[in-house]
């Protein structure tokens, strides 16, 4: 069963896909609390608990603190995006 759609060759892709094509890129992570992390995603799982590097607290838009290292219970997590800006060096 082909699409037959305006697609291309590639088929839509799933959230677990999603979410292994930005592992070792900046993301930006908000909590349910309205909280921002920014950082690298270095790994996660299936519960979406939630590794960072190079991490940036924001609240209410601000900068709060800097992390090294930050890990995340994904019961936090509101969602995960990609970020528009790049953290040290890019691929």
Same mark, same amino acid.
């Given at each position: ?9 590639? #088929? ?5 896909? /999603? &979410?292994? #094509? ?8 908000? &909590? *349910? #609390? ?5 950082? %690298? @995603?270095?790994? &996660?799982?299936?519960?979406? *608990? ?9 609240? *209410?838009?601000? @900068?709060? *603190?800097?992390?090294?290292?930050? /890990? ?5 997590? &509101?969602? %995960? #995006?990609?970020?528009?800006?790049? @953290?040290?060096?890019?691929?």
């Amino acid at each position: 069963m082909s699409g037959g759609g305006s697609g291309g060759g590639a #088929s839509a892709k799933t959230p677990a896909d /999603f &979410l292994k #094509s930005i592992r070792g890129r900046p993301v930006v992570v908000k &909590l *349910n #609390s309205g909280v921002d992390y920014r950082g %690298i @995603l270095a790994c &996660l799982d299936g519960y979406m *608990n939630i590794a960072m590097e190079q991490t940036e607290e924001y609240v *209410n838009g601000q @900068l709060k *603190n800097k992390y090294g290292d930050a /890990f995340i219970r994904g019961n936090n997590v &509101l969602y %995960i #995006s990609t970020s528009k800006r790049s @953290l040290g060096e890019g691929a």
